[in-house]
Nanobody, 123 residues
């Protein structure tokens, strides 16, 4: 059974940084892609970034490009989201998710989801 456990969220001032972690277990993820999504109150869940477990190829939403970096540690089955230059509009619950096959930005293509971690950026 696949389990995804996020950690690293918290409260930070605008301009600050946070690093989120997502520990994955329950299967081999070599042919999978891992994604980060976020959902702010009253808004739909939106794509943030994704990475291929095997190739390491990445893809980012325009809103975070140049500020966020997704990476993975295959030995630890863990994916990270380094978030720099945070803005109040980055405030949301952040979720990691995993899907078979190549990287994609559509939430409905992701099969397994974590429970989420809150990120709050104060102005």
């Amino acid at each position: 059974q696949v389990q995804l456990v996020e950690s690293g969220g918290g409260l930070v001032q605008a301009g600050g940084s946070l690093r989120l972690s997502c520990a994955a277990s329950g299967r081999t993820f070599s042919s999978y892609a891992m994604g980060w999504f976020r959902q702010a109150p009253g808004k739909e869940r939106e794509f943030v970034a994704t990475i291929s477990w095997s190739s390491g190829s990445t893809y980012y939403a325009d809103s975070v490009k140049g500020r966020f970096t997704i990476s993975r540690d295959n030995a630890k089955n863990t994916v990270y989201l380094q978030m720099n230059s945070l803005r109040p509009e980055d405030t949301a619950v952040y979720y990691c998710a995993v899907k078979p096959g190549p990287v994609r930005s559509v939430p409905s293509e992701y099969r397994y989801w974590g429970q989420g971690t809150q990120v709050t950026v104060s102005s």
